[in-house]
């Protein structure tokens, strides 16, 4: 204790105080030693004290008077901060429009589904405002206790909305529909296209719909009619045995008696009240209330929803899931139900790489042969004609393996795909199952022998087994 005591003496608090700043300059404590007290330190010697390391910034002044005041000796404690800077904000886009459509039909009361209650496609009028842009902001600069300026840097601005069917005005900032019909905005991609409107039937008094872009129908479309879209097909009346076909989706706002001659074929969802003996195809997955003997492949999934959702008799194929309330009903009608794929793909996509793998080797050859004649001067050889057709022959040739190969690899990546979606591969039922349900999953083979309830079916093994949901 002596020696700290002649230490003190020694040195004045100024020494034996520590006075430390942050790694990052933002904060500067202070730990004071006690003969502060008896040598009389004072607010502007501590002050003094600070600038002399240079802290000039951010000085806590009432920090500095408490802490003599209520004598704080030995504890460490904060008298100067930093101002941090803050970065500006990025430029925003604000959309009036959906950019990512929704599914949320009404389920009513007795368990039926509303498809009345939204629309498929996003319309909108002349001259209405899609979006409009909130330039990026400028940022504050902040300040360590050092008095170094830290710039606070602007936000970034955002690429303008590319597309086609809308304009902009003079400052670029907001984007207005140039016509009436649907729009659509993707990735900084937006397009308004129109829509083609029905207010009636498709009939052979109307004639079929051949149409680029979407199509509304407000009244029924009556059989052996045909409508083909390259996006959206929405009816909002029944559809029977007719021809629908679809680049984007098909909503039926009431459903499809289809009396066995009935097709869709569409490239995405297809949703509908309810489909009976109809013919569909989707490239996504199917929505409905009610099936009955229909035949439907679907690349993703077929889901009846609904408290009464009923699946009865067809064929039904979905590349994940099957789910419903009830499967088959208590006549025991024969429903055929195939999920995931077959168990061939391997030996199919083995093939269709061989295959490739000898096209594109044959399409080299036909390359160097091309390569060669180009260095010759045709015209001007005694054999120039004969050479010509050789020519002609092998661009034939090479235009024609082009394709097969490229038709070929479309056909190894949808197959990967469906591989892909099969996994898990199942059939879900909420309610009942009844015997006359014949299920492969993934090409593992079930009859179900009883009225079962509540079960999963799926693979296991090389086996298709039944699940509990309760479990």
């Given at each position: ?254 459903g499809m008696q289809g009396s066995g001659i ?92 061989d295959k490739i793998e000898e096209d594109t ?111």
């Amino acid at each position: 204790m002596g020696q700290e005591q002649n230490q003190s003496k020694e040195k004045d608090w100024r020494q034996l105080s520590i006075l430390s700043i942050s790694e990052d300059a933002m904060e500067a404590h202070l730990t004071l030693w006690p003969t502060a007290e008896e040598e009389g330190a004072t607010e502007e010697e501590v002050i003094a004290l600070m600038k002399s390391r240079n802290i000039v910034y951010g000085i806590q002044i009432e920090e500095i008077r408490r802490m003599l005041s209520e004598k704080l000796y030995l504890e460490d404690i904060c008298v100067a901060k930093g101002t941090p800077a803050i970065q500006g904000n990025p430029g925003e886009f604000e959309f009036f429009i959906e950019t990512q459509r929704e599914r949320h039909p009404k389920i009513r009361e007795d368990g039926s589904v509303d498809y009345s209650d939204y629309d498929a496609v996003t319309l909108v009028s002349k001259d209405q405002l899609l979006v409009r842009y909130h330039p990026a902001t400028n940022g504050q600069d902040g300040m360590t206790v050092k008095g170094m300026r830290l710039v606070g840097k602007r936000g970034s601005e955002k690429p303008m909305i590319k597309g086609k069917g809308f304009y902009t005005l003079q400052d670029k900032t907001e984007y207005y529909a140039e016509i009436d019909g649907r729009a659509e905005c993707t990735n900084g991609y937006m397009v308004v296209s129109n829509v083609l409107e029905i207010h009636g039937d498709v009939d052979f008094a109307y004639g079929n719909v051949d149409f680029a872009g979407d199509v509304k129908i407000y009244g029924d479309v009556i059989s052996k009619m045909r409508v083909k879209a390259s996006g959206f097909i929405t009816v909002e009346g029944h559809v029977e045995g007719a021809q629908l076909i679809a680049g984007k989706g098909v909503i039926l706002k009431n459903g499809m008696q289809g009396s066995g001659i009935g097709s869709i074929d569409s490239k995405g969802d297809v949703e509908g009240k309810f489909f009976e003996q109809a013919n569909i195809r989707s490239g996504g997955s199917l929505y409905a209330n009610a099936i009955l003997n229909c035949k439907i492949e679907a690349a993703e999934n077929v889901v009846l929803e609904g408290f009464l959702a009923a699946l009865v008799g067809g064929r039904i194929h979905a590349g994940t899931c099957i789910e419903a309330a009830n499967i088959g009903n208590i006549s025991f009608t024969t429903t055929q139900l195939f999920v995931g794929t077959s168990g061939k793909e391997n030996t199919i996509l083995q093939n269709l790489g061989d295959k490739i793998e000898e096209d594109t080797k044959e399409l080299n050859k036909i390359e160097e042969k091309l390569k060669l004649l180009s260095g010759v001067d045709i015209a001007n050889v005694p054999n120039g004609p004969k050479l010509m057709e050789v020519k002609k022959e092998l661009l034939r040739d090479k235009i024609r393996l082009s394709s097969e190969i490229n038709d070929k690899e479309n056909q190894r990546k949808e197959l990967s795909l469906r591989k892909t979606r099969a996994v898990g591969a199942r059939v879900v039922v909420h309610k009942q199952v009844y015997p006359g349900t014949q299920v492969m999953v993934n090409g593992a083979y079930m009859k179900v022998p009883d009225i079962v309830n509540d079960v999963t079916i799926r693979k296991k093994g090389n086996e298709a087994c039944m699940f509990s949901n309760k479990s």
